[in-house]
């Protein structure tokens, strides 16, 4: 056997052993708990509509989503009801795969890019997260190299199109890969089109037929406050008052929204500057700055940016992680118990002071890692732009460069920071209204 076989095989058994360890960790939990609560019992609501022939969205707060994925639910209902198992159960099952495929995808691509066999592994075993974005990533990473570029972009667009119709959230890192990836303006004009097509052509029927209902559900969403600095305040009416607040003032969530949206816009103006090897790491910084700026941040959001901070081996991950496992753990026992502990009793219960003071210990900081990351990873970029004054990452940029290395685009910078403060006073000044209102 050859040394190039010996390392083939080797990886083989690596990265199966990597697919079935997470299977375990992952299909064990979901089996044994078989708790239908929460998100469960919304996922059972979307399947009966469709089941039914109704409109999903004529159910508020229950699917705000476009309607590419509205018949998996359906589908894996109708498996729960033919082999017996719980539909919780069987809900839970396409994203543990997804994951197993994550982990499996992670070690594959450090391997590619020749990391030690061991530090592969031992990263891989981070990555319990999410497929189709770091898929897109994956893609274009190695058709930067490719002499198949051009199927692999299409191929990036199409995983991240997928992605988005999915869940709308990836479509904040299309002007991240337009800007940092592709590398004319009918590379670019391709790779909004093939990413739009999953999710435009889905919604087309609803447009037409129930477009009151459907975009009141899609572009309305964001009404809960799990996690972030908002959740803060909420914890501390149970702190300071002994008494729960289940919702938070809608003015303020929308001023967080626009804060969000501002700062991301901004950085997204800094992009021209960054080097084309921050994809990655530039990919992070929409969810960074959606833990930490926005008010709406429910749990699922909290893996966003975990599948790029393993692949880049951030040494953030491990904090980050933390801060955000104890939030959950918080969270859920105070809220939705039954998520933790299936039936049984919880060891922790949302009376006990201690676990308020985790939970608002744990977002505070997840707050803190998440702004200190996107600094890090803005100014390093930054940084490194003024003493090398290096052209645009990409072709088609480096066409505007008198524009955007020129004294008026920082102007033009500058005047948007400006006017992102004030955003930022209006959400501080909304926050102190409600703060004296819920505490005592």
């Not at 891989?124 to 990533?137: C, M, R, T």
């Not at 699922?300 to 901070?309: E, I, R, S, T």
């Not at 996107?374 to 930054?382: D, F």
Request: proline share 5%; with cysteine.
């Amino acid at each position: 056997m050859t040394s190039e076989e010996q390392i083939f095989r080797r990886r083989l058994w690596a990265g199966s052993g990597l697919f079935l360890l997470t299977l375990g960790i992952r299909l064990l939990p979901a089996w044994l708990l078989k708790h239908e609560v929460a998100d469960m019992q919304t996922y059972r609501t979307v399947a009966n509509a469709v089941g039914h022939g109704d409109n999903v969205y004529a159910f508020p707060i229950t699917f705000p989503y476009v309607p590419y994925s509205q018949f998996i639910p359906a589908w894996l209902l109708a498996v729960a009801e033919r082999t017996g198992w719980s539909f919780d159960f069987v809900m839970k099952i396409p994203m543990i795969l997804t994951d197993a495929c994550t982990t499996l995808l992670i070690f594959g691509y450090l391997q590619w890019r020749a990391l030690p066999f061991r530090l592969s592994v031992g990263w891989a075993l981070v990555s319990i997260v999410p497929f189709l974005a770091l898929a897109a990533y994956v893609s274009a990473e190695v058709g930067e190299t490719s002499r198949n570029r051009d199927l692999l972009l299409l191929v990036s667009g199409l995983l991240l199109g997928l992605a988005i119709a999915m869940r709308t959230y990836p479509v904040l890192l299309v002007p991240v890969f337009l800007l940092l990836f592709c590398r004319t303006v009918s590379e670019t004009a391709a790779f909004i089109f093939v990413a739009a097509v999953p999710a435009g052509l889905s919604s087309l029927p609803y447009l037409f037929l129930a477009r009151e209902t459907f975009l009141r559900e899609v572009l309305g969403y964001g009404r809960l406050t799990d996690f972030g600095w908002v959740s803060v305040l909420r914890a501390m009416a149970f702190i300071a008052g002994g008494h729960r607040v289940l919702s938070v003032d809608p003015v303020l969530l929308s001023r967080t929204k626009e804060l969000f949206l501002g700062a991301y816009l901004l950085v997204c103006l800094t992009m021209p500057f960054f080097s084309r090897s921050a994809l990655g790491r530039a990919l992070m910084i929409a969810p960074l700055l959606f833990y930490a700026l926005y008010g709406g941040v429910s749990a699922q959001y909290l893996v966003w940016v975990l599948p790029f901070a393993v692949l880049l081996r951030q040494r953030l991950t491990f904090p980050f992680t933390g801060a955000a496992t104890a939030a959950l753990v918080a969270f859920y026992s105070i809220y939705h118990p039954g998520i933790l502990t299936g039936h049984s009793p919880s060891p922790i219960t949302g009376d006990e002071l201690w676990v308020w003071v985790m939970y608002v210990a744990a977002n505070v900081l997840l707050v803190f890692l998440s702004l200190t990351w996107v600094m890090l990873i803005v100014g390093a970029e930054l940084r490194s732009y003024l003493q090398t004054r290096r052209q645009a990452p990409v072709p088609w940029l480096q066409g505007a460069q008198w524009l955007w290395s020129s004294r008026s685009y920082a102007v033009i910078l500058l005047l948007f920071f400006a006017g992102w403060l004030t955003i930022a006073y209006s959400a501080g000044h909304r926050a102190r209204e409600v703060a004296r209102v819920i505490l005592p």
